[in-house]
């Protein structure tokens, strides 16, 4: 099991010790993404006026929706992908299908120049024994 992993962070100017089983570096990637956010919303100056309830939600609010943006993105993502994959698929089956036929006109072609080769050996061979009987 991992170990859980502390770290001092910055957020809103306040120093926090957070804690968790990623790395330090990740929880500091966190923090760094939330101070940003709170950042970002706190420069607008409306922002000032607000509670401190409210200011808290309107953070939290954005946090949210880039998460459900996020999370739509991939969503968009994995069905281009499932796409991508079912089309790959039928070009697979398409390439196989004309491998296929490929071997059988190969296998065609090669039949028929047997064929030639014992056609051209019995016209020779009448040939002969025509010229023979002459």
Request: charged share 35%; glycine share 2%.
């Amino acid at each position: 099991m991992s170990v859980k992993t502390e770290a001092k962070v910055i957020v809103g100017g306040k120093v926090f010790t957070i804690s968790g089983y990623e790395s330090e570096e990740y929880l500091q990637k966190v923090a760094s993404y939330i101070n940003s956010k709170y950042n970002e919303v706190a420069s607008d100056d409306g922002y000032k006026l607000l509670t401190r309830d409210y200011q808290s939600l309107l953070i939290q609010i954005n946090l949210a929706d880039d998460y459900f943006k996020a999370k739509n993105q991939i969503d968009l993502l994995n069905d281009e992908l499932a796409s991508r994959e079912d089309e790959l698929c039928n070009i697979k089956h398409e390439l196989i299908s004309t491998q296929i036929k490929l071997d059988n006109l190969e296998k065609s072609l090669e039949d028929a120049r047997e064929k030639n080769k014992e056609d051209e050996l019995k016209i020779t061979r009448l040939e002969t024994e025509l010229k023979d009987r002459r």
